[in-house]
């Protein structure tokens, strides 16, 4: 998108897309599928951002940049998991995590892309955190229509989920149904 503010008009509306399709999967409560099913939908993510600036990025770029930025780690993760035995509160800790660690992410991906790419990995942790904590702000403006659309579709959500674990749908086919949900 060569029009500067075409671009972050389309940013802005990726961005929120994919953070509440995050947020959604993420309140699932089954403990480890939806952090399965959030990394693969943030990866996508990264690819849309690039593409905004005309760049091309590969899985080891972005799978570099989420771990240097702790995104999928295995600590956050089992925290994630352990709360999913928590009812509801599991629901909101996932759906707000997954939220947050979404909206930073594609924050992050704008300016590193912004940049031709040229911003050290290690040098955007700072934009990182502080992009966490305005995607949780984010996340409480948006909360009560995300938790309706939870509570509406719980049962279709789990039902997507294992049918994309189990390989019955592929994860474009589980994105654009979750988009599809009214």
Known sequence: VADEKAR???FNAL???YAILTSLTGAI?????????????QMKMMYDVA???G???NKQSIQLLFETLGVGTGARIGVTVL???VPGWGS??????????????GKVGYAYFQGDGKASVESLKPMFRAEQKQGHAEFEKH???????QQAHAEKLTQLAYNLQQGKITQKQYEEQLDALP
């Open 15 to 17: 961005l929120r897309r």
């Open 8 to 10: 972050e008009a389309e």
């Open 83 to 85: 709360c999913k035995f």
């Open 92 to 105: 909101v800790v996932g759906a707000t995590s997954a939220f947050a660690t979404t909206w930073a992410l």
């Open 55 to 57: 760049q091309k990025t």
């Open 29 to 41: 409560l089954v403990p480890l599928v939806p952090d399965l099913l959030i990394v693969p939908m």
């Open 143 to 149: 909360k009560a229509a995300i938790s309706e659309a």
């Open 51 to 53: 593409a905004l600036f």
